[in-house]
């Protein structure tokens, strides 16, 4: 349901969405502002120099029928020296707009990944990121097209505009009087069409762009899920469904902009039918010499040019608006969790963790998930969290982390608010092992020493070995340079496990948090972690998160969760000898005294489970 809430969630205006996006893109322009006015007057220049051309072209027709021969050569140089101005001038400006403009893609796309990087841990569930890429990349190359609509389109169009208004007008009010009247015409028409007429569909056909990417994504990142149920015709049905909306959206976005180019046109041969007539109805009446006539059709072919073009230019300036506004709208979106200003590292020594009178709600929640809750983890305690599903324990570590903000109290790490600590310094302290390790496209080596990315070849190694990792490690082929694929599909489940405990024991971190690392493995590879776990808690804070109570049983304290409260704390026998207690019931139920129809009584493990009980229950 949250997905489908951020999903629906209302764009701006459209006036609101150009105002942001312009604004973001001059703030950039900002950072470069030598290079903006650089490339905007040597585009200005090399429009000039055409709008002059005209007038020279004139005076030399007007030279060939007075047969002035000494102003015919002086003309013609005049001429090429325009024309050679003009090429010098455009191809700088070209020049300087790649560097302008490659730098700007690249500072938006690295401070939108900084920025995404650093939302929410509610954000990043409630969003695809497929979709999110395919905003950021979008959004990127949308720059390039804005960059060249502005400086080297609607500005020499502008200047050539109300540069031959004015020429014009010198010449004749009359003909002045027409081009403005045409022109300001069809610039009002045509930015009315962008932006009411097209600029709308096109944002509905990005919005269903989008949510393809996001469709594509998330289906294709979870083949092997598709694949064990036989979904796949499923699946080519949902993206048909999609695709579908997406082919309804661009197709009115493209009918639009046909009809709007076809209206710019024909309004386009009514100036040039109007201006050519007033310039012929000019001669008629001996206003105008033939080099005036030819001078008016000249410029009117160059600025015909500009003119049909600025409808494009609009066009592609709306179009760009579109593809950027979902990745401008992300920089409005809070971060959820900042640094505060005066924020500190975080020191970490002994790993003592406090809960001081905490209480947490989850934003749209009125209940709070915990009111009050204190509980003090001492540095080097092996700490185990039971209970059942939705109790609080991945929130209770979650909190530890500050991956959320407590609503009242104070979560304190040797004695600091985890608040007052750049968050960081403060995760870099923690190692995690989760229930489902994710690694990346990279290789072993990487994804290791990504807890240390200084780590050297030998310190690597050395983690693998304690992970119980290095000997899988060297059978394969290319050994510790091996890419384990998209979140490490490449690799089985506990080969996984065993690279997260490596990238552990290399950051070496106070505090550890252990998300029940050995569920859904096989017996062999849960011995080898299950080793490697134990040298990994020695001499550190552990907390973990147990699913299966045998996995608890060694541990110094376990603490049991119900409710968002911790209703029983000691150890397993403690904690196993009162009958009434949840703790009791949960083994139970796992060792299948009363019967579970979930858990096979006589399986390994609840053999083992109530074997365990009975040397308890006797000592």
Sequence with gaps: MRRTHHMSVKRKPRADAMRAVLAFTFRHWAKQPRYAAFIALAMCGATLTEIFVPVVAGRLIDALVQNARENILPLFLVMAALGAGMVVLRHTAWMSIITFTLRIMRDVAQDTFH??????????ANTFAGSTVRKITRGMWALDMLHDTILLALTPSLVVLVGTMILLGLQSPLLGIVMAVGAVFYVTLTVIMATRFVAPASSLSNAWDTRMSGFLADTISSNAVVKAFGA??????????????????????????????????????????????????????GEASPGDVAYVLTSYFIMHGYLRDIGQHVQHLQRSVNDMEEMVAMYDQPLGIEDRADAKPARLTAGEVKFDRVTFRYGGHDTALFDGLSVLIRGGERVGLVGHSGSGKTTFVKLIQRLYDVTDGRVLVD??????ATQQSLRAQIAIVPQEPVLFHRSLAENISYARPGASRAEIEQAARLANAHAFIARLP???????????????????????????????APILILDEATSSLDSESEALIQEAIGRLMKGRTAIIIAHRLSTVRALDRILVFDRGRIVEDGDHRALLANEAGLYRRLFDRQAGAIGDPL???DSPQAREDAAFEDVAAQA
Excluded: M
Excluded at 265 to 283: C, K, M, Q, S
Excluded at 415 to 420: E, T
């Design 115 to 124: 920025r995404v990087q650093r939302f929410s841990t509610d954000w990043h």
């Design 232 to 285: 796949e015709t499923r699946e080519d049905a949902g993206l048909a469904r999609v695709l579908g909306k997406w082919k309804s959206r661009t197709g009115r976005t493209w009918r639009r902009g046909t009809w709007s180019g076809t209206t710019q046109i024909a309004l386009l041969w009514l100036v040039r039918l109007g201006l050519i007539g007033t310039a012929l109805y000019l001669w008629a009446r």
């Design 415 to 420: 004695g600091q608010d985890v608040r007052g």
């Design 478 to 508: 290319k050994g510790y340079e091996t890419l384990v694929g998209e979140r490490g599909v490449k690799l089985s489940g506990g080969e996984r496990q065993r690279v997260a405990l490596a990238r552990a024991f290399l950051a070496d």
């Design 599 to 601: 858990v096979l009584i």
